[in-house]
């Protein structure tokens, strides 16, 4: 029962738990009601079941990639974080690995299925997610920005990819009903929207995360961004980005208000602008690892409330 715990610790359960959250409330608030009922065609490429294997898919991809991740990560592990590692304490590394491979092959596996039932693009785009993750966790983690970027990408990619799951346009774009593609370009639009929330979200996250890590980080020889820049220049292009976010989001607000979408209106200002703001200020005044620690849960938070917002989206689409 304790190495099963430990098991779970090492895959992250409650951020694998978030991606099939995420991917789910998408795939109901979303696709479902944009898609015009006289096409239900498209729906039935990706039916219930075959979402569940791509929801399952990148869920094990993912657990895969935090194996590695803690793999390559025992030295800094060691002195970052002694008390949660599990990896050498817990599971000896060579499980480790075989855990990762065996995740993968059955993350890709699925891929390659629910790639033959929608679009294969799932599949290629996938194996790069799984070839992402190992090249992060051996070479770009320690490098400056790429490794942040990298993660904020991948967390993107699980909301595009249910857009190329059902998307048939793009295939055939002069032989489809208007109205298809209509909803085509609003699935679009809903996807490109979360993945960049997604994506600003995490490459803050990351940044901050960063911060807490120096120690570790620079004992073995990673070239962080506030190892190379220092932190108040990573607390400043953690800053901006916060910035960007409310302001981004501030402008979606007042598309909203136009719409009538009131509800989703105030739920954006009091649960995300307005934490963001408070975070901010939190932040600034943070000084040890403890305090970035925070802040980064706070930051998992935001995004939680951020993916939330759909179900209220379910209510005007």
Same mark, same amino acid.
């Given at each position: 029962?304790?190495?099963?715990?430990?098991?779970?610790?090492?895959?992250?359960?409650?951020?694998?738990?978030?991606?099939?959250?995420?991917?789910?409330?998408?795939?109901?608030?979303?696709?479902?009601?944009?898609?015009?009922?006289?096409?239900?065609?498209?729906?039935?490429?990706?039916?219930?079941?075959?979402?569940?294997?791509?929801?399952?898919?990148?869920?094990?991809?993912?657990?895969?990639?935090?194996?590695?991740?803690?793999?390559?990560?025992?030295?800094?592990?060691?002195?970052?974080?002694?008390?949660?590692?599990?990896?050498?304490?817990?599971?000896?590394?060579?499980?480790?690995?075989?855990?990762?491979?065996?995740?993968?092959?059955?993350?890709?596996?699925?891929?390659?299925?629910?790639?033959?039932?929608?679009?294969?693009?799932?599949?290629?785009?996938?194996?790069?997610?799984?070839?992402?993750?190992?090249?992060?966790?051996?070479?770009?983690?320690?490098?400056?920005?790429?490794?942040?970027?990298?993660?904020?990408?991948?967390?993107?990619?699980? &909301? =595009?990819? #249910?857009?190329?799951?059902?998307? +048939?346009? *793009?295939?055939?774009?002069?032989? $489809?009903?208007?109205?298809? @593609?209509?909803?085509?370009?609003?699935?679009?639009?809903?996807?490109?929207?979360?993945?960049?929330?997604?994506?600003?979200?995490?490459?803050?996250?990351?940044?901050?995360?960063?911060?807490?890590?120096?120690?570790?980080?620079?004992?073995?020889?990673?070239?962080?961004?506030?190892?190379?820049?220092?932190?108040?220049?990573?607390?400043?292009?953690?800053?901006?980005?916060?910035?960007?976010?409310?302001?981004?989001?501030?402008?979606?607000?007042?598309?909203?208000?136009?719409?009538?979408?009131?509800?989703?209106?105030?739920?954006?200002?009091?649960?995300? &602008? =307005?934490? #963001?703001?408070?975070?901010?200020? +939190?932040? *600034?005044?943070?000084?040890?690892? $403890?305090?970035?620690?925070? @802040?980064?849960?706070?930051?998992?938070?935001?995004?939680?409330?951020?993916?939330?917002?759909?179900?209220?989206?379910?209510?005007?689409?």
């Amino acid at each position: 029962m304790k190495l099963a715990g430990s098991f779970f610790r090492l895959i992250r359960w409650p951020n694998l738990l978030f991606i099939a959250l995420t991917q789910a409330l998408f795939y109901y608030a979303v696709i479902f009601p944009v898609l015009p009922a006289a096409y239900d065609q498209l729906r039935q490429k990706l039916t219930l079941p075959v979402f569940a294997l791509l929801v399952l898919a990148s869920v094990l991809i993912a657990a895969a990639g935090y194996i590695i991740n803690d793999y390559f990560d025992i030295n800094i592990d060691r002195v970052n974080k002694p008390d949660k590692m599990v990896v050498e304490k817990m599971i000896k590394r060579r499980w480790a690995i075989i855990w990762h491979i065996v995740l993968t092959m059955a993350g890709l596996v699925l891929s390659l299925y629910v790639g033959l039932k929608t679009s294969l693009i799932i599949f290629f785009a996938n194996a790069g997610c799984a070839l992402l993750l190992w090249v992060y966790s051996t070479t770009f983690k320690k490098k400056l920005l790429s490794g942040n970027v990298i993660i904020s990408v991948l967390t993107a990619w699980t &909301i =595009i990819v #249910l857009y190329f799951a059902v998307n +048939t346009v *793009y295939l055939n774009p002069f032989r $489809q009903h208007p109205d298809v @593609i209509t909803a085509m370009n609003q699935v679009f639009k809903f996807a490109a929207l979360y993945a960049g929330f997604a994506f600003i979200i995490s490459l803050v996250r990351e940044v901050v995360k960063d911060i807490e890590d120096m120690e570790g980080d620079a004992r073995y020889g990673c070239k962080t961004m506030p190892i190379m820049w220092g932190i108040p220049a990573a607390k400043v292009f953690v800053g901006v980005w916060m910035v960007v976010l409310a302001g981004s989001i501030a402008i979606i607000i007042i598309y909203m208000l136009q719409k009538g979408w009131w509800m989703y209106a105030l739920y954006s200002i009091v649960l995300l &602008i =307005i934490p #963001l703001i408070t975070i901010l200020k +939190t932040f *600034y005044k943070a000084q040890n690892s $403890q305090a970035y620690h925070k @802040i980064s849960s706070q930051l998992k938070l935001v995004m939680l409330a951020g993916i939330l917002s759909m179900l209220l989206l379910k209510i005007y689409l």
